[in-house]
C-alpha cells in the first residue's frame, strides 16, 4: 500500500502539461511547417461554432490533439489546426476536403484519418504511419503471423529483392498505409508456401482463405493501385476505431447490414465463425458486405448502440441500419437455443438484398420494441439458461 | 462532405453532458446508495491535494467517473467517491485500502479495480462485471472460443447440471470475476475433448497447453478459492489495462521481467511464440513470471516507455526492469539479423534469475544509453534491412 508510488513507476499515464504545441496554420507559415517536419498533421474543423456545447467539443477535439502531440514530442512530427472559413485559402491549397478529418502530409503523400478521435487511437495510428510500408516476410513464423492476420486487407508479393518490381510494390503501398497492409518475401520458401510466383502480387480479402491473384506479373505501382482500390470494400469488414467513419459512409445505398459479435465470447466467436461461413460463400456479390463490430472494441458506444438500435449487445445480433433514419431491424435470434446455420443466415440476407426484409416494415419495428423490454431480464439469466420462455411466446412471422 | 452529419449517426461517441451523477459518499447516505443499487461503484481518493497538478488530475478522475456513469445510466449501477481524509470512517466500514482503486459492491462481494483509469478500461469492466460469472459450453464450435483463449486464466468444470458442485464453482468464480474466467459444461462430448471427468476442474495457465486437474472431485468453493490463489501468478502474464497495477505491484523482489512484443507484427509474433516456448519449459518455476506487454494495447504509454526504458519499442524487447529506481537491462538483440532461439533466451533468463544479469551493472547501463541514440536511424531503417550495420559494432559483452 505504502509502496503505490513507487511501484507505479514505470505505468505512468500522461495527461496534459498545459504546454501549447498545436500550431495555428495559416497562409503565412504553412509552407514552414510542411518543411519543418517528416511529418504534419492538419486537423481541418468548422468554424468556431456559436453553439456551446459544440464550442466545447471541439476545445476537447483540440485537447486530444496536444496530448497527442506531447506523447509523440520525440517523433518530429508538427501538429496544426486549419479553420475551414478563416483559413479556406489554405485549406484549397492543401486539398483538405472534410471537416472534423485529420490531414497528415508525409513525403509528397497525404494520408486522411477519419477514425475516432481519442489520443489512444491517434497515437497508434501515427505510430503506425512511422513505419515502413511493407514488411518483409522472411520465415516460417512470421508467415504464419502473417497467416493468422484474417481481420485485415493484405498484400503480399514475391520479388528477387529490392529491385524495380518491388519498388512499384512499395510505391503503391504507401498510397495505403496503414489501412491495408502490404507484404513481401525475397525467400524462396515462403513464395511457394504462398504458391506465389516470381513478381506476383497476391490480395487476400479479410476471411477469405484463398486469395486473388493481381492479373499480370511485374505490376506497375496504378495498376496495384487500380486493384486494391476495386477490391478494397470487402464482403465482411469489422469496423476499425481508425477508420470507422470512412467504412460508415461506405454504405450500400443508405443501408449496413451490421453485426455485432465480440470475439472473445464463446457465442460471439460462434456467430463470426457463421458469419464467415457465409461471406466465403458470398464473396463474389459485390452488393454485400457486412460491417462486423466487436463491441468489445467499441466500450464507450455499446450501450449507445443498445439505445440507437434498441437491441441486446450481451450476445451476437445481426441487423439492416438504415442510416438516414437510424431505423433498423434485427435478425430474430430469441426463438432459439441456437444460432441459425449458415444457410438460415444466408436465407436472412437474400431477404435484406431483396428488400423483403427492410427497415420500413412496421412489424418488425414493433418486433424490436417488444424485444428492448426483455433485454434486463435475458441479461441477467445469459444465453444459456433453459427458462426465457417468457418472452418467447410473442409471434414475429408477420 | 455535406451528408456527413447523417451518415456519421449511428458513431456518436458520448462526451460528458455535465449532469452530475457521481455522489459524494459519507456516512449518511452511504447504506442508502449501497440498498438502492444493483451495483455500487466507489472511488478511493487521496483528500484534496494542495498541489495544482494532482489537483487537476483528481478532477480528471472525476471525469472519468461521471462520463462512466453516464454511459452506463441505464444499468442500475451507482457511482460515489469517498475522501481518504475526510470520510475514513466510511471507508472503515466498507473495507476500502487501496489509494486511487475502485471498490464494486456487488451482492455480498467487493471487487477491487486497479486498471487502467479511463472511461474505455471502465465501462467494458463494469460491462463483464455484469455478465454471468461462469459461461457454459455446449458445442465445438464454442469449445474452440475456450481453447483459443490462451492468454487468460481459465477453468472449466464438467457438472450434471446446476446441481450442488456446480454452485460451489460458480461461489468460487464470484470470487474472481472478471479477472479470471470460469467456464463450465453439461455436455458430455465437450467433457470428453477436455478429458474431464464428472465434477472434475481443470485450471489453464496462460499459454499452457495442458491444463492443471485440481485435486478431488465434488471441489468445494473454499478448495477452488485456494488453488486459484496457489497458482495465478503466471509464468508468462500479458499485461491487460484492468488490472495493470495490480500485476505490476506483484513483482519479484523488486524487479520484474518485462517482454515488450507487438502480437500483430510478424516479428513480435515470432519473439512472442519463442517467449511462450520457453514459458511451457519453465512453467514450474515458481521464480519465473515474465509480464509481456503489447505496446498495441498502450498507445499512450509506448513513447513513455521508450524514454523510461530507453528502448526501441518498433521491435521486440526483453529485459529487466528494477521498480525503485526504473533501472533497467534489456537483452541486446540488435547484433543479429535472427531473433533469439528459445534455449538463448532461456539462458538470459538463468542468468537474470541467479543475478548475474542485473540492473546494477553499470556497464550494461551505459550499453543502452548507446543504444537509444541509434533508435530513431534504426526506426527508418527498419529490422529487416541489411544496412543496419553503422551501430552493430560496438561491443556490449562488458
Known amino acids: 500500500l505504502h509502496f503505490l508510488h513507487i511501484v507505479d513507476q514505470g505505468l505512468e499515464f500522461p495527461s496534459f502539461d498545459g504546454k501549447d504545441r498545436v500550431l495555428h496554420i495559416n497562409e503565412r507559415n504553412y509552407k514552414k511547417a510542411l518543411k519543418r517536419f517528416d511529418m504534419l498533421c492538419l486537423l481541418y474543423h468548422e468554424p468556431q461554432p456559436a453553439h456551446k456545447g459544440r464550442q466545447k467539443q471541439l476545445q476537447m477535439t483540440e485537447l486530444v ?25 489554405v485549406a484549397k491549397k492543401l486539398g483538405l476536403e472534410e471537416e472534423g478529418s485529420l490531414y497528415i502530409f508525409k513525403d509528397d503523400r497525404v494520408i486522411e484519418f477519419d477514425g475516432e478521435f481519442s489520443a489512444d487511437t491517434l497515437v497508434e495510428f501515427l505510430l503506425d504511419v512511422l513505419e515502413d510500408p511493407v514488411e518483409l516476410i522472411s520465415n516460417p513464423m512470421e508467415l504464419r503471423a502473417f497467416e493468422r492476420m484474417e481481420e485485415d486487407i493484405r498484400l503480399i508479393g514475391y520479388f528477387k529483392g529490392e529491385d524495380s518490381y518491388y519498388k512499384a510494390f512499395q510505391e503503391a503501398s504507401e498510397r495505403f498505409q496503414p489501412y491495408i497492409k502490404f507484404f513481401a518475401t525475397f525467400d524462396k520458401a515462403t513464395a511457394k508456401h504462398l504458391s506465389l510466383k516470381m513478381n506476383e502480387v497476391n490480395f487476400y480479402e479479410p476471411f477469405m482463405e484463398e486469395p486473388a491473384i493481381l492479373p499480370g506479373r511485374q505490376l506497375s505501382e496504378m495498376e496495384i493501385v487500380e486493384f486494391v482500390h476495386q477490391h478494397k470494400r470487402a464482403t465482411l469488414r469489422k469496423l476499425r476505431a481508425e477508420d470507422m467513419f470512412e467504412t460508415w459512409e461506405d454504405d450500400l445505398d443508405g443501408i449496413h447490414i451490421v453485426a455485432f459479435a465480440e470475439e472473445e465470447d464463446p457465442d460471439g466467436y460462434e456467430f463470426l465463425e457463421i458469419l464467415k461461413d457465409v461471406a466465403r460463400d458470398n464473396t463474389n456479390n ?76 412496421d412489424d418488425d419495428v414493433k418486433d424490436y420494441y417488444d424485444y428492448d423490454e426483455v433485454d434486463r431480464e435475458d441479461r441477467h439469466h445469459g444465453d444459456n439458461h433453459e427458462d426465457h420462455g417468457d418472452y418467447d411466446d410473442h409471434d414475429d412471422s408477420g
Not at 66 to 88: N, P, R, Y
Not at 336 to 355: F, K, R, Y
Request: one cysteine or more; charged letters at 30%; a negative charge.
Open 286 to 361: 459485390p452488393e454485400l458486405s457486412i460491417v462486423w463490430i466487436d463491441p468489445d472494441d467499441f466500450p464507450l458506444l455499446t450501450t449507445y448502440w443498445e439505445k440507437t438500435f434498441k437491441v441486446n449487445l450481451f450476445k451476437p445480433q445481426i441487423g439492416v441500419v438504415n442510416l438516414c433514419s437510424t431505423c433498423c431491424v434485427w435478425l430474430d435470434m430469441s426463438n432459439d437455443e441456437d444460432l441459425p446455420t449458415a444457410e438460415e443466415l444466408e436465407d436472412w440476407i437474400e431477404d435484406v438484398l431483396s428488400g423483403k426484409v427492410n427497415t420500413e416494415d
Open 65 to 89: 490533439l496536444e496530448l497527442t502531440a506531447q506523447v509523440l514530442e520525440d517523433k518530429d512530427i508538427g501538429f496544426g489546426m486549419v479553420d475551414s472559413q478563416k483559413d479556406a485559402k
